[in-house]
């Protein structure tokens, strides 16, 4: 699959996912307070965005049509 997300968007995936899942972890461990499946929900998008950044691949920019990345 032809890569669809540009360099400064994959960065900022990266570091969006990791705050997210930082977050999930907190939440886990019952330093932050939130529902159960907020934390798993919470967790699954952090780990989407870490990958989707490390790939630079996105399917939902895929399925709209949408190519951020100007060189493949």
Do not use: F, H, Q, W
């Not at 969006?16 to 899942?21: L, Q, R």
């Not at 930082?22 to 919470?42: F, M, N, R, Y």
């Amino acid at each position: 699959m032809k890569r669809n997300v540009g360099r400064i968007d994959a960065i900022a995936r990266i570091i969006g996912g990791v705050a997210i899942a930082a977050l999930a972890l907190l939440a886990a461990t019952g330093s932050v307070s939130v529902p159960v499946v907020s934390a798993v929900g919470l967790g699954v998008a952090g780990v989407v965005l870490i990958v989707e950044g490390a790939t630079r691949r996105c399917l939902l920019y895929r399925a709209l049509g949408i190519d951020r990345c100007p060189v493949d």
